[in-house]
């Protein structure tokens, strides 16, 4: 049934409860990362658990966003949002109990749904607020997500530094659950009307209806493709360069630096050329840089090739986000970016799986020449549904 719900378009900022919220998720769904080879030695996990772990936290978003996602048109999002943040803090209780293959997955899926449920509930809430800048909008939360991205691990490192894997672990879970309450209380007003002729559907697959819809899909799996394998195996493959503890968490500080200051001009570009536009310019260095990881060696110049990937994929991610804002109408907003995510996430879990696999039989170059070629066949596909 078709919803006719009117969504007001006074421009609004964006606000810093829903960014903060979206760092702490990020951090605590990448900690663990950085302590699994700690993990490994403390309990015996092979390299090959890396994998299902990783997959998990992928599966349990992807549910989570298909099946829930969409209640955030239907008056839930601040709700959604809030116990995303909950979600996380327990989960990361979960890792530091957990000794055992089946306890990581079962945290990693937890920590997983806490995402499912935190963004989508604020990026329509974002989107809502200001439909003519939602490029910009998605821009800053996809900053603060990055910056969660390279805070979580840096910390969770640093704190291996002092302490136990474990300890490293409550401590991140304390800081999370602080981090709730004050965002709990600044999250921005749902700014959809109450004037509904018919509720939207509880799932947002018929929005699959459309072909534009379908490209914009795609796009956020083709920039998913490297999320995945990133997440099964780049803890793993800096260890075998020959990185230290420090290094393999700083890494990810130092790609999220130039995230940080690219991901909101990216979103103000969507807003002006479109999301394709934007996707394009950043998937041509973000593929050139995921070749580059197949021959080389040294763990400073793979760092050093991270920052010039973080451009690209900071245009790719926000291009395809805005994409999709832009072919949905805002008061499906939640079902629309919950669809993608969702379709995104499937893919990831999917290539963490074959990830950890490939990388352990045929090293870095066969996974990154063929993430990279998986990543431009999706997007030939999507451009041509966007464009028609």
Do not use: C, N
Not at 59 to 75: I, K, S
Not at 149 to 158: H, N
Not at 357 to 363: A, C, F, H, T
């Amino acid at each position: 049934m078709r919803t006719t719900a009117r969504v007001r378009t006074r421009s609004a900022p964006v606000g810093w409860a829903p960014l903060t919220g979206m760092t702490a998720v990020a951090a605590g769904g990448l900690a663990i990362f950085p302590l699994f080879p700690a993990l490994q030695v403390e309990h015996g996990l092979p390299t090959a658990a890396l994998g299902p772990v990783a997959a998990a936290g992928f599966l349990a978003a992807m549910a989570v966003e298909l099946l829930v996602g969409p209640q955030a048109d239907r008056g839930h999002a601040r709700r959604m949002a809030v116990a995303g943040l909950a979600v996380v803090a327990v989960s990361l209780g979960w890792f530091a109990l957990a000794s055992t293959t089946w306890g990581f997955v079962g945290a990693r899926a937890l920590a997983g749904a806490g995402a499912g449920l935190y963004l989508p509930a604020v990026s329509a809430l974002l989107i809502r607020r200001d439909p003519e800048r939602s490029g910009e909008s998605l821009g800053k939360l996809s900053t603060a997500d990055l910056g969660g991205i390279a805070a979580g691990p840096l910390v969770a490192s640093l704190l291996l530094e002092f302490a136990s894997a474990d300890a490293a672990l409550w401590a991140m879970a304390v800081i999370t659950a602080v981090v709730a309450v004050p965002v709990a209380l600044g999250l921005p007003a749902d700014r959809l009307d109450a004037a509904v002729a018919g509720a939207p559907p509880r799932l947002s697959l018929d929005l699959l209806g459309s072909r534009r819809v379908v490209g914009a899909v795609l796009l956020t799996v083709a920039v998913m493709v490297p999320v995945g394998a990133y997440d099964a195996i780049w803890p793993r493959y800096m260890k075998d360069l020959g990185a230290s503890d420090l290094l393999v968490g700083a890494s990810y500080t130092i790609f999220a630096i130039p995230f940080l200051f690219v991901a909101t001009p990216a979103g103000r570009l969507a807003d002006r050329i479109g999301g394709l536009g934007t996707f394009l310019r950043g998937l041509a260095i973000l593929t050139l840089s995921i070749a580059a990881y197949a021959v080389l060696r040294d763990p400073w110049v793979v760092t050093g090739i991270g920052v010039v990937e973080s451009t690209g994929q900071a245009a790719a991610v926000v291009g395809a986000a805005a994409a999709t804002a832009q072919v949905v109408s805002p008061a499906r907003a939640g079902a629309g970016q919950s669809l993608a995510r969702a379709a995104g996430t499937l893919a990831a879990a999917g290539v963490a799986v074959l990830a950890a696999w490939v990388y352990q039989v045929g090293g870095p170059a066969p996974l990154f020449l063929a993430t990279a070629a998986a990543a431009l066949a999706l997007t030939a596909i999507a451009a041509r549904l966007l464009r028609g």
